[in-house]
């Protein structure tokens, strides 16, 4: 009998798994909603005056969108206000709601990744995951590699769909 052989194991493929640009820490949303008069109006010295007592360690090791869900016109330096706050805590943040932080977070993560590590390689891009990975990160991934692999594909290594192949 013969031996069985990974082929996969030892073809030259590199797979990159985006899911461990994810990170992992709990995700909150801060909505202006809650500091609007009667959802509607953004009554200045009253907001600055509940931003002042806040407790924002309750943000402390989370990841926070800035976002207004009330259908209300709220000036931009509101959202930078609260963003003084949770940055002179130490708390990562985005003006935006949660897909922009995902965005934001992978963009951050993505910006270490070597594109030379690549070269010449054919690569994978997993394409199953069990963290959310938003489809913005798929087309960074590939923008950033698409220059440097031998060629790009999506799913396992044993079944892929071809994306891109360099010209020879």
Known sequence: MSEIINRVANSPIITLNLEEFYRKEE?????LKDYLFQELILREKDFRAALKVLDWTQ????????TCTADAIVPNWAFMLVGT???????????GDLQ????FLFESSLAD????TYE???VVVKGCSKFPVPLYAYGRVVAKIQGHAKSIMYGEPCSTVPLYKAPK
């Open 120 to 122: 010449g390689r054919p």
């Open 27 to 31: 995700r909150v949303v801060f909505d």
């Open 113 to 116: 990744l070597e594109p030379s």
């Open 59 to 66: 943000y402390k090791g989370k990841l926070v969108a800035v």
């Open 85 to 95: 706050y949770l940055g002179s805590h130490g708390v990562t943040y985005v003006l």
């Open 100 to 103: 922009a932080l995902e965005q």
